[in-house]
C-alpha cells in the first residue's frame, strides 16, 4: 500500500503561483510514476501531470508551459509548480501514483481544492 498527503491548495487570483505538494509513504518501491490529476463537479477527473521514476515528464497541453512538475525520490515528494493560472484551473487537484508503466494510477491522495478567482 501507498498513502499520499497532498498540500498546498488554496485561493489565488489570475495570473498568480501555487505550489502543490504531495509526500509519500508506505511501499514506495513500487510506484513507477506520479502525477497530479484534477477533477470539477460532474466532470472526469484529468491527468495535469506526471514523473516517471526516471524523471520523463508529461503534461496536458493547457499547463505546459505553466506548470511544473518535480520529484524528490531521497523524500518521496512530488510538487506541481503553478504558474500564470487562469479560472479554468480551478479544480480538486489529486496527487496520484502509478505502479505499472499504464494504465489509471493505484493510489490517489484525498485532494487539495485550487481556486482561482478575482
Known amino acids: 500500500q501507498v498513502q499520499l498527503v497532498e498540500s498546498g491548495g488554496g485561493l489565488v487570483q489570475p495570473g498568480g503561483s501555487l505550489r502543490l505538494s504531495c509526500a509519500a509513504s508506505?511501499?514506495?518501491?513500487?510506484?513507477?510514476?506520479m502525477g497530479w490529476y484534477r477533477q470539477t463537479p460532474g466532470k472526469q477527473r484529468d491527468l495535469v501531470a506526471l514523473i516517471t521514476n526516471g524523471g520523463n515528464t508529461h503534461y496536458v497541453a493547457s499547463v505546459k508551459g505553466r506548470f511544473t512538475i518535480s520529484r524528490d525520490n531521497a523524500k518521496n515528494t512530488v510538487a506541481l509548480q503553478m504558474n500564470s493560472l487562469k479560472s479554468e484551473d480551478t479544480a480538486v487537484y489529486y496527487c496520484a501514483a502509478r505502479v505499472s508503466t499504464s494504465g489509471p494510477p493505484s493510489y490517489w491522495g484525498q485532494g487539495t481544492q485550487v481556486t482561482v478567482s478575482s
Open positions: 508506505g511501499s514506495i518501491f513500487s510506484i513507477y510514476a
